[in-house]
């Protein structure tokens, strides 16, 4: 289960939410890739989004994506012969699934339970990191009635002829920011945010072939994703946890921090 958590700084400086609200660069060593697929403004190479807008359907999501990429979504930023694949691995429960609007990769759906499955979405890369070890993953997702991922994300690894899957070593928050309100049936009004998580594994075998995979609820919206790729083995998280990035953020100020317990994420 991936608890979801409120950072509160009472401080004199005050943090803007845009300044939180971000993927930040993992200070992989080593040799190193990385892919980014920044979906609140997709566009590849030197086309803006209305030319890729047909290929990735429309709401509810159902239709097939249908690209010249492999029906994916390639990878528009990253390191030096960067090449990678979002792509829609299935539709939701109830007659809904994932596309990429014009501001987000968007989980539609009908009049449907809030915590249910609305898609599930696959990266994987082309160009793989030779001898790649650890990869971090990281998505900045916006919740939908409280709630934001449903599953995963889930690393499968294929090494020496069999297929793997492995939850993340490390898991946790970056920054979450107040987007508004909303009020469930019978219940007081509840906040709701838009969230950064970062996930990393660290696999010590011979890695032939990965992908990722996860699952949104319905009407969550996915703004950013980001693949990082090294061949160190790390035993520990190479990004900060929420803490340590605000008291970066504050460049020392002395801050009180309370954690506030959301709803759970199903895993």
């Not at 040799?31 to 807008?53: I, P």
């Not at 909303?182 to 838009?194: I, K, N, S």
């Not at 160190?232 to 317990?261: C, D, H, I, K, Q």
């Amino acid at each position: 289960m991936i608890r979801k958590l409120s950072l509160l700084l009472l401080s004199s400086l005050a943090l803007s939410g845009a300044a939180l609200a971000q993927i930040v660069n993992v200070p992989f060593t080593g040799n190193t890739s990385w892919d980014g697929w920044q979906l609140d403004n997709f566009n590849y190479g030197n086309n803006n989004w209305n030319v890729y807008k047909g290929y990735y359907g429309g709401y509810p999501g159902t239709n097939a994506w249908n690209t010249s990429w492999n029906n994916s979504a390639p990878s528009s930023l990253g390191s030096a012969g960067h090449a990678a694949q979002l792509y829609k691995v299935a539709n939701g429960a109830s007659g809904g699934g994932p596309y990429i609007g014009g501001e987000s990769l968007y989980f539609g759906a009908g009049a449907v339970e809030a915590n249910s499955l609305g898609g599930t979405i696959g990266i994987r890369p082309v160009n793989m990191l030779s001898g790649v070890r650890t990869i971090g993953f990281q998505i900045d997702i916006g919740e939908a009635s409280g709630y934001d991922l449903f599953s995963g994300p889930t690393l499968f690894v294929t090494s020496g002829g069999s297929t793997v899957e492995l939850d993340a070593n490390f898991t946790f928050l970056i920054s979450q920011v107040y987007t508004g309100t909303f009020t469930p049936p019978g219940e007081p009004e509840q906040d709701l945010y838009r969230n950064t998580y970062y996930f990393q594994w660290s696999v010590d075998a011979t890695i032939n072939s990965f992908e990722i995979q996860f699952s949104a609820v319905p009407h969550a919206q996915v703004y950013e994703v980001r693949l990082d790729q090294t061949d160190t083995v790390y035993n520990y998280s190479v990004v900060p946890e929420p803490s340590t990035w605000a008291l970066l953020l504050t460049s020392g100020a002395a801050g009180v921090f309370a954690l506030r317990r959301r709803r759970t994420v199903q895993a």
